[in-house]
């Protein structure tokens, strides 16, 4: 089966540093379709974002039946930029194909935390590694360059809207 994750208990430090916000949501009607810009998607515990395709279970890689860390990724503004610099590649968090873009948020600390993105609560699960899959879409160099840098996969747990601009937080 999956990774057991064992929860760690979180410094002051951490809870501070993992406050961010949302800057841009993100879904794909099908799998293979180009990511669209939406301002406020619908999260569903069990399913994903309303609209996307893990939600409806036609991803490239929907598991079936659907798993918990299928049903919404995360990403860092500050990794995609960084890595575009970094190769000046045009990397941008279209090609990254992830539903939601964060700012002043590590999301590694938040694998195994629950957490909160506006109104909604969210489990990290697991990192949310470069692919072949990505690479074949992008570029070669994700597979190196966004090494523990790919974001986050988290399950969704309780139902509500997510909008850009919404507040990221931990409690402790």
Request: proline share 4%; with cysteine; hydrophobic share 40%.
């Amino acid at each position: 089966m999956g990774e057991v994750i064992v929860p760690r208990a979180l410094s002051r430090e951490v809870i501070e540093r993992n406050r961010g916000t949302v800057v841009e949501l993100m879904i794909a009607a099908i799998a293979r379709s180009s990511m669209v810009r939406r301002l406020e998607v619908r999260a569903v515990p069990g399913k994903g974002l309303e609209g996307d395709r893990y939600s409806a279970g036609i991803g490239t890689f929907s598991p079936t039946p659907q798993r918990p860390d299928f049903e919404l990724t995360l990403i860092e503004q500050e990794n995609l930029e960084a890595f575009a610099a970094q190769t000046r590649l045009p990397f941008t968090a279209l090609e990254a194909r992830r539903n939601v873009v964060t700012c002043g948020v590590r999301l590694n600390d938040l694998v195994g935390r629950e957490f909160y993105i506006g109104e909604v609560r969210i489990r990290g699960m697991r990192l949310c590694e470069p692919c072949n899959h990505l690479a074949k879409l992008t570029f070669s160099e994700v597979l190196q360059g966004l090494v523990h840098k790919g974001g986050l996969r988290a399950q969704i747990l309780s139902e509500g809207n997510i909008r850009v601009g919404d507040l990221i937080r931990v409690d402790m």
